[in-house]
């Protein structure tokens, strides 16, 4: 069982710290918010006052932070736990941040001589506190060996994606395809009710056809076929579409630095730009279908 220090006890991190705990690992954790912190202390977990504390005389650190920005503030610099940590380290960085900025985290873990990975999930708060997250995970085999068993602890499936930053990679693609097909499958719903096709009809024909997808099958965005999804208890997420927002903004700030062309990509990140304007960025992603019958 491994020392762990835990950077972010967020709606994300709290819970996967949580299981770490259940797994019987030692965990000590770090928030800019105190009272999140005591959530993981009185699952059994310490206290520590700061970044550069949770990271010191650890096995490893987890962090699970906002943006690109917050990793390598906490990570480089004078300040920043790669200055502290004792050498051979383990990070794993599991926040959903822009593809350079995680390169260059790893850069500077590895130019300290630490083992660290990006490892963005998938799965959400529910996958979080159920420790059935997918970890998307990119580095070296070395530090991804290293890494799987205590991601094993907070998930169901780790996949390796490659090198450095290719778990971010992985994340934003996987998400592009999720708020294009959002899309698409709210447009063919509203089409539908315009010429009298019923949506459980649709929901039916096309489920199993075809145009199926992933959107479609597990977040229907019409009340009633799916009782599961978000569109039976009035958009409640679920997904928020400023989170969906964040990761296709992602998207095409890697598109951009690529040189890959998405138009697709670029039209799903306006059409939910306007949605999260209109203030329906704390509901959930499908609710972007009213939105498109209000065009209509
Ligand atoms: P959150 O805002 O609930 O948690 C982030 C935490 O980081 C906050 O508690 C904040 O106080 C803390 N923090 C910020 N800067 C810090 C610093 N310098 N030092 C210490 N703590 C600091 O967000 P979340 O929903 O837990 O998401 C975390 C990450 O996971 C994000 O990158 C998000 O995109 C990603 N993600 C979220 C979900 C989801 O459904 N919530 C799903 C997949 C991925």
């Known amino acids: 069982m491994a020392n762990i220090g835990f950077i972010g006890v967020g709606n994300m991190g709290g819970p996967m710290a949580r299981n770490l705990l259940k797994a019987g690992h030692k965990v000590k954790a770090f928030d800019l918010m105190p009272e999140l912190v005591q959530n993981v202390v009185g699952a059994?977990?310490?206290?520590?006052?700061?970044?550069q504390e949770a990271a010191q005389d650890v096995d490893v650190v987890?962090?699970?932070?906002?943006?690109?920005?917050?990793?390598?503030?906490?990570?480089?610099?004078?300040?920043?736990i790669l200055a502290v940590a004792k050498p051979g380290t383990l990070f794993i960085d599991s926040s959903t941040i822009d593809v350079?900025?995680?390169?260059?985290?790893?850069?500077?873990?590895?130019?300290?001589?630490?083992?660290?990975?990006?490892?963005?999930v998938s799965g959400g708060v529910a996958g979080a506190e159920n420790a059935a997250l997918t970890f998307m995970v990119g580095g070296s085999d070395a530090a991804f060996a290293k890494a799987r068993p205590v991601l094993e602890a907070m998930g169901k499936k780790i996949?390796?994606?490659?090198?450095?930053?290719?778990?971010?990679?992985?994340?934003?693609?996987?998400?592009?395809?999720l708020g294009i097909s959002m899309i698409a499958v709210s447009e063919a719903f509203v089409m539908a009710e315009k010429l009298g096709l019923s949506a459980q009809a649709m929901f039916d024909?096309?489920?199993?056809?075809?145009g199926s997808c992933w959107a479609l099958v597990n977040h229907c965005p019409v009340p009633g076929?799916?009782?599961?999804?978000?569109?039976?208890?009035?958009?409640?997420?679920?997904?928020?579409?400023?989170?969906?927002?964040?990761?296709l903004k992602l998207s095409q700030e890697a598109a951009r630095s690529a040189g890959a062309q998405t138009p697709l990509g670029a039209e799903a990140t306006a059409l939910f730009s306007e949605y999260v304007q209109g203030g329906n960025g704390p509901s959930d992603y499908s609710g972007i279908i009213r939105m498109i019958r209000s065009m209509n």
């Open 44 to 51: 059994g977990g310490t206290k520590a006052g700061s970044a």
């Open 62 to 80: 987890i962090s699970m932070l906002p943006a690109g920005k917050h990793v390598l503030s906490v990570y480089t610099g004078d300040k920043g």
């Open 100 to 120: 350079k900025s995680a390169r260059e985290a790893i850069a500077a873990a590895e130019a300290k001589g630490m083992l660290m990975v990006d490892a963005p």
């Open 159 to 177: 996949v390796h994606a490659g090198g450095a930053g290719n778990g971010q990679v992985a994340k934003i693609c996987n998400n592009m395809v």
């Open 205 to 210: 024909i096309v489920s199993s056809s075809s």
């Open 225 to 247: 076929p799916v009782p599961t999804s978000a569109a039976n208890r009035d958009y409640k997420p679920g997904f928020a579409a400023e989170l969906m927002l964040k990761d």
